[in-house]
């Protein structure tokens, strides 16, 4: 694409910060970009990119909607159109994610079918740092016994106690991408024994993952076995769904603790929490359920050594900033008629 050609409109479909939407603007004279802040839900929190919920009066909705009609790429999904998107949107050509699991999402709207035009790139490795310090500090919370500490001092209760230190200490990590090769490296740096698990291991070195080992999904169990702790990093997809249940967790090591950032649908609940009430797991730190929000009848909300966080482990107030960078690098590509990064894979479904 050459400077005479067309211009490219892009539409931003989630609330983002005015200095982040003029770096789009400035990055290349072709493009025009549309933002409509008052058209979109209202943030509730920052980086929030569903928002409050949104009902249009009839003149902005029509606005929107020929927003929508005239745009060739959006910034995020329109949630308030997500089931007639595909009949929304004609002349899109691309969609920049602002999440990194979006396989379910296109997979349940089949856009992929109804869109088969539209490239639909990810917002890959923008929540790994988040969400490794997320997986750490609860793996520390539980190890230096943070809850007796908070406790104790809830009480004014002076009773000396041992805790244990994570030098040494096996982890397994489910879910090699981004999020769990960060989890890997942070975990190293305190001097943990990382087992790592991937779709794919073959030709690839395990210290560049930072890990002591590699193994592929059909040997989960061998990773499993004996391990102190367990990360679950994996995407959602047809092969990982349900792929920890009872005969997983029974493999950990007595009184392991578990760390969920992947999706609620990859775990087998009634087994976890027998696990957990049992004693079997020594504690877990969940931020991602199969039903979410969870619902307050949930024994998750009550059991003592679980650590419930609502889905937002991976959110961060520097997020917009790391999402616009990709953004940006991909519009330098898509004018330039080059790959662009974090292409979603429609039958990996990541």
């Excluded at 928002?51 to 060739?72: C, M, N, T």
């Excluded at 024994?193 to 395990?206: D, I, N, Q």
């Excluded at 960078?325 to 790959?339: T, V, W």
Aim: proline share 7%; aromatic share 6%; hydrophobic share 45%.
């Amino acid at each position: 694409m050459n400077e005479s050609s067309p211009r490219v409109r892009i539409l931003i479909a989630s609330y983002l910060e005015a200095h982040q939407v003029d770096r789009i603007r400035a990055l290349d004279p072709r493009l025009e970009v549309v933002y409509e802040p008052h058209l979109l839900p209202r943030p509730r929190f920052a980086a929030d990119h569903v928002g409050h919920p949104l009902e249009r009066p009839e003149d902005d909705e029509k606005l929107w909607v020929s927003l929508l009609a005239d745009a060739e790429v959006l910034f995020d999904f329109d949630r308030t159109h997500l089931e007639d998107l595909p009949e929304r949107v004609p002349s899109v050509r691309w969609i920049q994610a602002t999440s990194a699991g979006i396989g379910q999402l296109v997979a349940k709207h089949r856009y992929a079918e109804r869109m088969p035009e539209t490239v639909f790139t990810t917002a890959s490795g923008v929540h790994a740092i988040p969400l490794a310090e997320y997986a750490l500090m609860s793996i520390l919370l539980f190890r230096r016994k943070l809850p007796e500490m908070l406790a104790g001092q809830r009480e004014r209760r002076w009773e000396p106690f041992a805790s244990t230190d994570l030098a040494g200490r096996s982890l397994a990590v489910v879910g090699m991408g981004s999020i769990g090769s960060e989890v890997a490296r942070v975990a190293s740096g305190f001097g943990m024994r990382v087992l790592g698990v991937k779709r794919t291991v073959a030709g690839v070195e395990p210290a560049s993952l930072h890990s002591e080992s590699l193994y592929p999904f059909d040997e989960l169990h061998a990773a499993l076995s004996g391990a102190e702790h367990l990360v679950l990093a994996a995407p959602h997809t047809p092969e990982t769904e349900g792929m920890i249940g009872a005969a997983e967790l029974a493999l950990l090591a007595p009184g392991a603790i578990f760390v969920n950032v992947a999706r609620g649908a990859l775990v087998d609940e009634a087994a976890l929490v027998d696990a957990l009430e049992s004693g079997r797991l020594g504690g877990a730190a969940l931020d991602v359920f199969r039903d979410e929000p969870l619902p307050a009848d949930s024994p998750f909300w009550t059991i003592p050594n679980v650590m419930v966080c609502s889905h937002s482990a991976g959110t961060s107030d520097r997020e917009n900033e790391r999402i616009t960078d990709i953004f940006c690098e991909n519009l330098h590509r898509y004018l330039e008629g080059e790959p662009l990064l974090n292409v979603l894979d429609v039958v990996r479904m990541y």
